[in-house]
Every structure is written in structure tokens, then in C-alpha cells.
Nanobody, 129 residues
């Protein structure tokens, strides 16, 4: 059974940085597209970023372009989301998700993750002064 565990969420001031990690177990990440999604209070879940199998393609929601960077280390079975210049509107629970059959696309920002089959439990990111 695919297992994903997120970590790295914290309280940070506006303009600050965080790096989220997603650790995979019981499966090899190489063959999976990995997405980061978030759900803010009172809002629907939304896609933030996606990285293709082998890391050849990376996509970002317009709201995070230029601030967030997704990466993967298949040797360590890890995926990361580096978040810089954080804003209060980035406050949300962040989830990583994996799927062997879906593909990352440029419209990740309008993807609610329904096509991703495996999910972590989420990590809270709060951006506030």
C-alpha cells in the first residue's frame, strides 16, 4: 500500500520560507507523478505544483509561480516543495499526492487532485505576523 508522509509545516512570518517534505514508503517514487495540493480554511482543495515521473516536467499554479519550487530525489524516495516569499494567503494544510497513471499538466492550479490516488495526512502552513 502506498504511504506518503508530509512534514515541514510551521508558523512563519510573511516573506519567510519553508521547505515541505513528502516521504514515500512501500512504493518506488520513480514511476509516480507527485502533486502538492493545499486546502485553506473555508476553501476547496487546490493544486499547487506537480512534478512528473523522473522529474522532467514541473508545473505550478499561477499563484505560486516564481516563489515555490518542487523537486524530487528518487534515490531517497522524497519530494520537496521549497516555498519562498510566503504570503498570508498561502496559509493552508498542504498535502502531497501520488499517482502512477495520471500526468502532470500545466493546469495544476485548477486541479483538485481527484485524479491522484494516494495521499498523505497533510502538514499545516501558517503565514502570519
Amino acid at each position: 500500500q502506498v504511504q506518503l508522509v508530509e512534514s515541514g509545516g510551521d508558523l512563519v512570518q510573511p516573506g519567510g520560507s519553508l521547505r515541505l517534505s513528502c516521504a514515500a514508503s512501500k512504493f518506488t517514487l520513480d514511476y509516480y507523478a507527485i502533486g502538492w495540493f493545499r486546502r485553506a480554511p473555508g476553501k476547496e482543495r487546490e493544486g499547487v505544483s506537480c512534478i512528473s515521473r523522473w522529474g522532467g516536467s514541473r508545473y505550478y499554479a499561477d499563484s505560486v509561480k516564481g516563489r515555490f519550487t518542487i523537486s524530487r530525489d528518487n534515490a531517497k524516495n522524497m519530494v520537496y516543495l521549497q516555498m519562498n516569499s510566503l504570503k498570508p494567503e498561502d496559509t493552508a494544510v498542504y498535502y502531497c499526492a501520488a499517482d502512477r497513471w495520471t500526468s502532470c499538466t500545466s493546469n495544476i492550479g485548477s486541479n483538485d487532485g481527484a485524479d491522484f490516488g494516494s495521499w498523505g495526512q497533510g502538514t499545516q502552513v501558517t503565514v502570519s505576523s
